[in-house]
Every structure is written in structure tokens, then in C-alpha cells.
Nanobody
Framework: QVQLVESGGGLVQAGGSLRLSCADS????????MGWFRQAPGKEREYVAA????????FYTYSVKGRFTISRDNATNTVYLQMNSLKVEDTAVYYC?????????????????WGQGTQVTVSS
């Protein structure tokens, strides 16, 4: 059974860093393409970072390019999102998700399993 669990969120000052982790207790994560999304209050869920369907490339939404890095450790069945130079506008609940189909990597509809989310709050 797939169960994605995010951790690593918290309160940080602008300019600070956090590393989010996403683990799958079912041990399947290493076999799938993963992505990170976020949702701020009153806004729709938006894509943040993702692996390509082949796993060989990474993609980032424009606002986080150069600041966030998605990575994975198949040995521990974990996906990470390293977030540096955080801004107030990065405040949101962050979700990891498992991609089900080779469609647009930025579309939530392409992902079939989601974690419960972890809150990231960046203060000014």
C-alpha cells in the first residue's frame, strides 16, 4: 500500500533554508516518478518541482529555479526538496506526489498518490 509522508516543514525567516523529505512506507517510491507541489491559502495547488518521466531530468517552476532542488535516494526510498533563499511567498503547504502517467509533469491530474502535506511558513 502506498503511503507518502512528508516531513521537514516549519517556520523559517526569509533567506533561510529547509529540506523537505517524502518517504513511502510501502517501499514503492523508488519505482516511480515523483513531484512536489504546494498550496497557499486561497490559491490552487501548484507544481514546484518534478522529475521527468525517464527520471533523467528535473523541472522547476520559474519562481523557485536556482533556489530549490529536487533529489531522490532510492536506497532509503525518499525524495527530497531542498529549499534555499526562502521568500515569504514560498509560504504554503507542500505535498509530494507519485506520478501515474507520462503526461504534463506540472499537472496534478498526472499524479495518483499524495502525501498529507507539510506546512512551510517563511517570515519576513
Amino acid at each position: 500500500q502506498v503511503q507518502l509522508v512528508e516531513s521537514g516543514g516549519g517556520l523559517v525567516q526569509a533567506g533561510g533554508s529547509l529540506r523537505l523529505s517524502c518517504a513511502d512506507s510501502g517501499g514503492t517510491l523508488r519505482n516511480y516518478v515523483m513531484g512536489w507541489f504546494r498550496q497557499a491559502p486561497g490559491k490552487e495547488r501548484e507544481y514546484v518541482a518534478a522529475f521527468s518521466w525517464s527520471g533523467g531530468r528535473t523541472f522547476y517552476t520559474y519562481s523557485v529555479k536556482g533556489r530549490f532542488t529536487i533529489s531522490r535516494d532510492n536506497a532509503t526510498n525518499t525524495v527530497y526538496l531542498q529549499m534555499n533563499s526562502l521568500k515569504v511567498e514560498d509560504t504554503a503547504v507542500y505535498y509530494c506526489a507519485r506520478r501515474a502517467a507520462p503526461g504534463p509533469y506540472y499537472s496534478p491530474s498526472q499524479y495518483d498518490y499524495w502525501g498529507q502535506g507539510t506546512q512551510v511558513t517563511v517570515s519576513s
